[in-house]
């Protein structure tokens, strides 16, 4: 049944093999399946005719693409070169307007004739008294387009398509031809029950109103449902990996609470926050529960990760079992070291570190230590996982920002185990939505800590232009004679490092004008690993007061005594960025601040990044402003995720379709594991025909 959607997009009336293999490279449409599912991106509201006068009345109203029938009674060529322009008169019965044309005016002059109807479709624009619009979709007034009446389509096309005549319009006119031929072919993908539970239309009439809908009413009924079917094939796909995992993987029963008891009771240095403990509650639940643990631990920079990750070590170690942390850097690891020690030094529990830079002489009784079961602590970088690294009982591997890490280095860390699989907990302080969460981590049991520690306060966070420059300096000494330290963070933009480097250093050089007496350190991404070390253990030492570094300093080091965090061009910067390096500053007890520096001119959008790091310190708030601003390809910094691979919903907007997708595909497979009762047959042959060619198992073919 599906040959027919896996057919050559080549083959379809009107393409053959060059424009086959442009819309191939350009939109990615290889079959007739690619082109059904190429959907529109909006509608033009066709349903009636405008005339020149209602334009003329309501010209303010008009910010849409309007129609109109008339006549052209004049038209002719003006200016020469790239002022050259195509300008023509239009008339109907109420008055005139006119037409422009700046390119393509050669095509245009072949296909208009004086007094002859035609339909018009474009913006109109007031320029001085004349009512004007620009490159106008025309075509001649015949009984079919007379009538009007229907949502016009518009689809993604790019300008290599344009310039080889294939537009928006082009794109329309075959799937026209397309969907007649595959009105036999088309099959419902979601069981009676779903459909008539969530009110749904069937799949056939979705596929046609998605594209030529007579009604605004039948156009969102369509796109609720491909999304709804689309995120509901995504999530059952998730939701039946993790079940099929925790059936797979046993996991080691850890119930004893002797150690963490003594910890709470006789060396916990504060309150655990309710956030704290209500995460513990669930780590304890998997820990003991007989199934391997597969959980997100989501917590804002500051929220008191680390205690969690060190409670869920001493139940592990209550039981003789070890324990692992890797980090992505050195520093990071030497930091979750340092904080680590102070607790199971008071608790009498075997602690090591193993990076890069520990020496061979030393690594050999790390090694030892851990096969015979006496370290029972490891914390480390990805020499974690290199082959002589072996441990007598792992039974907790925990990864902090996970996703530096590749899929296959994670795994190298949980194979360390022959018989049984570790618990494993990851841990960001990258605040994920909870749709992009639930979508990009939906096999997994997702825990959140959403509250600071008490006493914490909130960064303090301004924005200054350019032309406040001398205010801020001001500023920033009276802070340094308090004692305080500083952050000053330059972008840096992949395309041109040479010329961000340059910035950096002209930045460098004007605060080591403006602050002679102070020592700086300066930390980017072209120094080596050694020397970049070096200048921020300097600045963990105090011995240098500023910091002027790039983007590298975004993930890690804590350093309670800096206090003001300065970001240059603030405006170049993602909202979660400018969230992860304000995070740099307030780990200490005094008031921190953040300021964000740009010129005088931002777009809208960055006026919203700007506005919102001012308005709140909330990373999920951030986040879901981050989500709608950029889409979730951008915001995780790749788009490689099957699961972000969307044909038509918006994980930015449709987070409430996507919790009642999740909703249904649960419940779908709580009462049917194995999709083998009868009613969900279209599930499973839906499934089935998908498994193993897409991630996304929404799609026709």
């Not at 059904?36 to 009636?48: A, G, K, L, S």
């Not at 979709?137 to 518009?154: K, S």
């Not at 979705?206 to 995120?231: M, S, V, Y």
Request: charged share 25%; net charge positive; proline share 4%.
């Amino acid at each position: 049944m599906s040959s027919f959607f896996q057919t050559s997009i080549e083959f379809l009336k009107g393409v053959g093999p060059l424009r086959a293999a442009l819309l191939q490279k350009e939109l990615q449409l290889f079959t007739f399946g690619d082109l059904i599912q190429h959907y529109p991106f909006r509608h033009e509201d066709r349903t009636r005719f405008y005339t020149v006068k209602e334009v003329a009345e309501k010209i303010d109203e008009v910010s849409i693409g309007i129609q109109l029938k008339g006549t052209l009674t004049s038209f002719q060529t003006i200016g020469t070169g790239f002022k050259k322009r195509l300008v023509a008169t239009f008339k109907d019965e109420t008055g005139t307007l006119e037409l422009v044309w700046f390119q393509r005016i050669n095509w245009v002059l072949d296909k208009i004739k004086l007094n002859t109807p035609y339909l018009i479709f474009g913006k109109p624009n007031l320029f001085g008294n004349k009512i004007s619009i620009a490159h106008p979709e025309i075509e001649a007034l015949t009984a079919g387009n007379e009538r009007g009446g229907y949502l016009h389509p518009v689809y993604t096309v790019t300008e290599k398509l344009k310039a080889r005549h294939v537009d928006s319009k082009f794109i329309g006119k075959l799937i026209a031809t397309l969907l007649p031929m595959a009105k036999n072919h088309f099959r419902e993908t979601l069981p009676a029950a779903l459909l008539q539970h969530y009110a749904l239309i069937d799949k056939p009439t979705a596929l046609h109103h998605i594209h030529f809908p007579q009604t605004e009413a039948l156009l969102l009924q369509a796109r609720h449902r491909l999304k709804f079917e689309e995120l509901f094939y995504i999530q059952l796909r998730l939701i039946k990996m993790k079940l099929v995992r925790q059936d797979k993987f046993k996991g080691m029963v850890f119930s004893d609470t002797t150690i963490l008891t003594k910890f709470y009771k006789e060396h916990l240095p504060f309150d655990l926050t309710e956030a704290q403990k209500r995460v513990i509650r669930e780590i304890y639940a998997d820990m003991k529960s007989g199934k391997q643990m597969n959980r997100l631990l989501q917590g804002d920079v500051g929220s008191g990760k680390t205690i969690v990750a060190f409670t869920c070590m001493l139940l592990v170690v209550s039981s003789g079992a070890q324990a692992t942390l890797m980090a992505p850097t050195e520093i990071l690891a030497q930091q979750h070291y340092a904080n680590l020690k102070k607790y199971s030094d008071k608790m009498g529990i075997e602690i090591a570190l193993l990076t890069g830079s520990v020496k061979k002489s030393q690594r050999k009784p790390i090694h030892q230590a851990l096969e015979n079961g006496s370290l029972q602590i490891l914390v480390g970088t990805h020499a974690l996982l290199e082959e002589g690294v072996k441990f007598n009982k792992l039974g907790l591997a925990i990864i902090d920002e996970q996703h530096r890490f590749g899929v296959a280095q994670r795994s190298k860390l949980w194979q360390k185990n022959a018989s049984v699989l570790p618990h494993v907990l990851v841990m960001t302080a990258t605040p994920i939505p909870r749709t992009l969460a639930m979508t990009l981590y939906g096999d997994l049991e997702i825990s959140v800590i959403d509250e600071l520690p008490k006493g914490r306060k909130p960064i303090k966070t301004t924005h200054r232009y350019d032309s406040h420059r001398l205010q801020v300096n001001g500023f920033l000494r009276t802070q340094l004679l308090e004692g305080r330290q500083v952050y000053i963070v330059y972008p840096l933009i992949d395309e041109s490092e040479k010329l961000d480097l340059k910035h950096l250093m002209d930045g460098y050089e004007s605060i080591s004008r403006a602050f002679p007496d102070v020592p700086i350190s300066i930390v980017h991404g072209q120094m080596k690993a050694e020397a970049k070390d070096y200048e921020m253990a300097r600045f963990v030492k105090g011995e240098t007061k500023i910091m002027v570094a790039t983007t590298v300093i975004e993930v890690g080091v804590d350093v309670p005594n800096a206090s003001v965090m300065i970001i240059e061009s603030a405006e170049r910067f993602g909202l979660s960025q400018l969230h992860q390096l304000r995070g740099r500053v307030g780990r200490g007890a005094e008031q921190s601040y953040c300021i964000l520096m740009t010129g005088n001119k931002l777009s809208s959008d960055s006026r919203i990044r700007i506005d919102t790091m001012v308005k709140t310190n909330n990373g999920f708030e951030i986040s879901e402003t981050d989500l709608k601003l950029r889409g979730p390809g951008d915001l995780m910094g790749t788009q490689q995720s099957g699961a972000l691979d969307l044909l038509i919903a918006d994980l930015g907007k449709d987070g409430e379709l996507l919790k009642i997708a999740r909703d249904a595909a649960a419940q779908l497979l709580e009462a049917d594991p194995t999709l083998s009762k009868p009613e969900n047959q279209t599930v499973r042959h839906q499934v089935e025909s998908m498994k193993n060619s897409a991630v996304n198992w929404s799609r026709i073919s």
